[in-house]
Nanobody
Framework: QVQLVESGGGLVQPGGSLRLSCAAS????????MGWYRQAPGKERELVAT???????NYAGSVKGRFTISRDNAKNTVYLEMNSLKPEDTAVYAC??????????????WGQGTLVTVSS
């Protein structure tokens, strides 16, 4: 089984920064894409940023220039550096990973989510 464990959420003032981490564990052959999605109260879940194993990022327009996604392929870990945070960034951020397990074949997994609150 493949599991994702997130860390790094919390309360931050507008203009502040936070860094989220998500580590995948289990019997993994390869992870094609890792990324972050978020869901604010009363809204649909939306893509924040994804990153392929080859290093190609994809950002939502609302976070481009403020957030940076990176990953350590050797550790199966993805990071989201969030700067210049705004109140509208407040949401539950969930990690996502898609790849192939050694025993399970193709997989897609979600983390449990971590709350980011931007407020003064």
């Amino acid at each position: 089984q493949v599991q994702l464990v997130e860390s790094g959420g919390g309360l931050v003032q507008p203009g502040g920064s936070l860094r989220l981490s998500c580590a995948a564990s289990g019997t993994i052959s390869v992870i094609y894409t890792m990324g972050w999605y978020r869901q604010a109260p009363g809204k649909e879940r939306e893509l924040v940023a994804t990153l392929t194993s080859g290093g190609n990022p994809n950002y939502a327009g609302s976070v481009k220039g403020r957030f940076t996604i990176s990953r350590d392929n050797a550790k199966n870990t993805v990071y989201l550096e969030m700067n210049s945070l705004k109140p509208e960034d407040t949401a539950v951020y969930a990690c996502n990973a898609r790849g192939v397990g050694t025993a399970t074949g193709y997989f897609e997994r979600w983390g449990q989510g971590t709350l980011v609150t931007v407020s003064s």
